[in-house]
């Protein structure tokens, strides 16, 4: 969810690296959304990593904590699928 900034310094790859730069999901995200999959955040895991809004994806939310959210989504008919 991270943009290829903020993907970099959590994953401390340093400035200039040839490889593995920028976030490798942002494509498969942006594809997502496109086709109306709302991409949320929890609003407590931003938080916790220093992350603003500055540092997401374009269009993606953050709500404001996220077995808050799934609660919600399971009373709308939802289902959560643990691995």
Same mark, same amino acid.
């Given at each position: !969810? $991270?943009?290829?900034?903020a993907y970099n310094a959590n994953r401390h790859v340093q400035t200039?690296?040839?490889v593995n730069t920028g976030n490798p999901y942002a494509n498969l995200l942006k594809g $997502? !959304? =496109?086709q109306g999959v709302q991409i949320e955040l929890c609003?407590?895991?931003a938080t916790a990593n220093h992350w603003c809004n500055a540092d997401l994806l374009p269009g993606v939310k953050v709500n404001t904590n996220a077995m808050v959210r799934v609660t919600e $989504? =399971?009373? =709308?008919?939802?289902? $959560?699928?643990?691995?």
């Open positions: !969810m $991270l943009n290829d900034d200039g690296h040839p $997502l !959304m =496109e609003g407590a895991t $989504l =399971e009373q =709308e008919g939802f289902t $959560l699928i643990y691995e």
